[in-house]
């Protein structure tokens, strides 16, 4: 799903009024049709929002499958993000000025088939994409975003197996399962 840049914007701003919303204690918005008349809102779509602060991350949070329409699930992530993240304190007041937003729009993820682990690694760095790795009850999910932290293929799964609970011998081993998605992703302008 292709936004334009008004309709990005519209995202944006959803995604902030909703945590400014919730910092002033007032009821929780609810996006309308009047507000987003466009079908395409009321797609069910998987999405991401992060937060970042000074350059820092400050929360993610998303749902990989699209599950519930596109202002729905930006609204309600934005939220998250902002203030059930378990690696972050709630953010306060003070800091709304300081957020950054960046939301991601997934594709619906494609189990991707691969014979080695060599094979594996040369099918991701050729397209960088979102990377679902599953094994059993494990599971975890780098957005495309991530490679531009972990260039290394081989270290970006290795951390992902870390975000999964899994050990890196996950990755040679049978019973790995892997999917990739591509994202539209889009944020404000910040410093």
Not at 158 to 181: D, I, M, N, R, W
Request: charged share 20%; aromatic share 6%.
């Amino acid at each position: 799903m292709s936004m334009n840049e008004h309709e990005r914007l519209q995202l944006l701003l959803l995604a902030r009024e909703s945590i400014r919303m919730r910092l002033l204690d007032a009821h929780e918005l609810r996006p309308t049709r009047q507000e987003f008349p466009d079908d395409k809102f009321w797609q069910d779509q998987g999405v991401f929002v992060t937060l970042t602060e000074r350059g820092e991350l400050r929360g993610c949070i998303g749902m990989i499958m699209p599950v519930s329409p596109l202002v729905e699930a930006v609204a309600s992530n934005a939220l998250s993000a902002a203030f059930s993240d378990p690696r972050f304190e709630p953010v306060e007041e003070a800091e709304l000025g300081d957020l950054c937003i960046e939301i991601s729009l997934l594709s619906v993820p494609a189990e991707l088939v691969f014979s080695s682990l060599v094979d594996l690694e040369s099918k991701l760095v050729a397209t960088r994409p979102g990377v679902i790795l599953q094994r059993g009850i494990n599971q975890a999910t780098f957005l495309p975003q991530v490679w531009e932290q972990l260039h290394n293929v081989h270290g970006f799964l290795e951390a992902l197996c870390h975000k999964a609970g899994l050990p890196a011998a996950s990755l040679s081993q049978p019973g790995l399962s892997v999917f990739t998605y591509e994202v539209e992703a889009f944020s404000e302008d910040c410093p």
